[in-house]
């Protein structure tokens, strides 16, 4: 039986989505100890992408195989009972055969967030960049209409060994200020992303509106396919995967029927 | 010169308000071991009132003096700076000489915040008490009608050596579901609170929510004056101080001019 869930977390004390060997503290490591520990299986949980250490998810997917028969209500409340205060469950229901988190996504959602003026609000300081420095809107949003559309962002890529297509689909970049203009939030939606490329394409945009480089220059960057000629990588923490895309048959789209 | 400021922190790391000996880690502490740095004075902060280890704040209150003359908001701008991400200072201005922020407090609200169903949002299990069981909310606020007006609280006073009245005047006690009814939030307001009488207060509300207690049994357990009548102490990780109410002269509520 396959199951899909959607899953919060606050990365704060996390080593990121992927288990890694039996000691560090990551994501996928704690479900799939608990999933085991509760089934008595040898249970491997697939997330819709790796999130970096630190990186936040309101909507990261994920699925995984039981040979054992649970009622999704009933497996969902015990894995909420035992699993960590920052790490929750928020759906969990039984998924056609061959359902993939990751291979099956249509696109992804992600956030970022930076506090521009003054101390950030220390109930939410977790889930922001501190720049601490007002930024040019303006300018952010007309560099990132250079950026949008089916493109090589070999350039945004933190991978340097990437072997792999680095070409993604970058369907909209929204900039929204929030807390009455003290910090500002940006939309990234895609078919997929790179690896780091939502925290390098905010750091770039960031100096954009830090007076650092002109908007257009994101048409050169593009073009450069290469790390250096981008920005710097904006700290993980003001990052969240927000929502995970599937198409209703669970095709990824562009894919043949 | 007097400056007054209030402050909002997260009470997590923190042992309480009050300063206590070198090596405790408190809000006052960090406040004054600051402010001595910044100013090269000795400098006491007073606070309108201790709040225990793991309370929050979003408005507490609190007064200090310095020889130095400081533009306020230039002092603020630096004690943000150093001050943790999880204590900032909201508001910082110069106060008649003789106000004090505890003496000249008219009153104080206070929430407290539990979670009823299912498992607390990952990114707000800090501020909630998490009870995970439905409350009666009905026949809590017949309970909490019982408990408003001038009274002698001593059966909700967590120091049993109180040596001074334990009358106090609570004003209002309001509760409301957040959170799509998952949530519950009560507020308290009075002026002034005993020690713990918040989380004692919603200790026994909680047991009436339970169906454990009678509504009507509030009466009784005001009468009994002793501790031991009353329910149990909420955690304190679901208590926030939430605003200091001054009167505009400074002087406290019902004080001869």
Redesign the interface.
């Given at each position: 039986m396959n199951y899909k869930m959607i899953l919060?977390?606050?990365g704060t004390r996390y080593n990121g989505w992927q288990r890694q060997g039996n000691t560090a503290q990551t994501i996928q490591g704690k479900l799939e100890t608990l999933l085991s520990r509760l089934t008595g299986e040898e249970v491997e949980v697939q997330g819709s992408g790796r999130t970096d250490a630190g990186v936040?998810a309101?909507g990261q997917t994920a699925n995984f195989h039981l040979k054992s028969v649970w009622e999704p209500g009933k497996l969902m409340?015990e894995m909420?009972?035992y699993?960590p205060?920052?790490?929750?469950?928020l759906e969990l229901e039984q998924a056609p055969e061959r359902f993939h988190s990751r291979l099956n996504a249509a696109g992804k959602l992600y956030r970022y967030q930076i506090w521009m003026e003054?101390?950030?609000?220390?109930?939410s300081?977790r889930?922001f960049y501190?720049l601490g420095k007002k930024l040019d809107c303006k300018a952010m949003e007309e560099a990132a209409k250079l950026l949008i559309g089916e493109r090589d962002f070999k350039s945004f890529c933190g991978n340097g060994n990437m072997k792999k297509s680095t070409v993604r689909q970058l369907r909209q970049i929204e900039l929204r200020p929030t807390w009455k203009g003290k910090a500002l939030e940006i939309d990234f939606e895609g078919n997929g992303f790179l690896q780091q490329m939502v925290r390098i394409l905010t750091g770039t945009l960031i100096e954009v509106g830090l007076g650092q480089r002109n908007a257009g220059q994101m048409t050169e960057i593009l073009e450069a396919k290469n790390r250096q000629a981008a920005g710097f990588t904006a700290p993980a923490q003001g990052l969240c995967l927000m929502q995970v895309m599937y198409n209703k048959d669970g095709r990824p789209e562009g894919m043949p029927r």
């Open positions: 919060q977390y606050e936040h309101k409340e909420n009972r699993l205060a920052d790490i929750g469950v003054g101390k950030a609000d220390v109930f300081h889930y501190s």
